[in-house]
Nanobody, 124 residues
Framework: QVQLVESGGGLVQAGGSLRLSCAAS????????VGWFRQAPGKEREIVAA????????YYGESVKGRFTISRDHAKNMVYLQMNSLKPEDTAVYYC?????????????????WGQGTQVTVSS
């Protein structure tokens, strides 16, 4: 089991930027595919971005393409979500998750370990 902790959320004006971080215990995060999900009030949890264990393969949800970037730093045992040009509709709780699967994992039920979530609020 991978223990995950997200950080970096907060309140930002539309058009601003935030960088979310996902840290893992025991230096094991680099072994797993990782995804970022978000859930807004009244909406289903949706995939935001995902990355393979190597960092070579990535996926982005259509609503964030060109604005968000997922990356990982194996040396620091961290995964990041750089969020630029934020919009009010990006407001949600953002979760980092790790999978024991392989490749770019897009389905929430294929992730095994989840962080506690971090709130991102974008004002207009």
């Amino acid at each position: 089991q991978v223990q995950l902790v997200e950080s970096g959320g907060g309140l930002v004006q539309a058009g601003g930027s935030l960088r979310l971080s996902c840290a893992a215990s025991r230096r094991t995060l680099s072994r797993y595919p990782v995804g970022w999900f978000r859930q807004a009030p009244g909406k289903e949890r949706e995939i935001v971005a995902a990355i393979t264990w190597s960092g070579a393969g990535t996926y982005y949800g259509e609503s964030v393409k060109g604005r968000f970037t997922i990356s990982r730093d194996h040396a620091k045992n961290m995964v990041y979500l750089q969020m630029n040009s934020l919009k009010p509709e990006d407001t949600a709780v953002y979760y980092c998750a790790a999978s024991r699967g392989v490749g770019v994992i897009l389905m929430a039920d294929e992730y095994d370990d989840w962080g506690q979530g971090t709130q991102v609020t974008v004002s207009s």
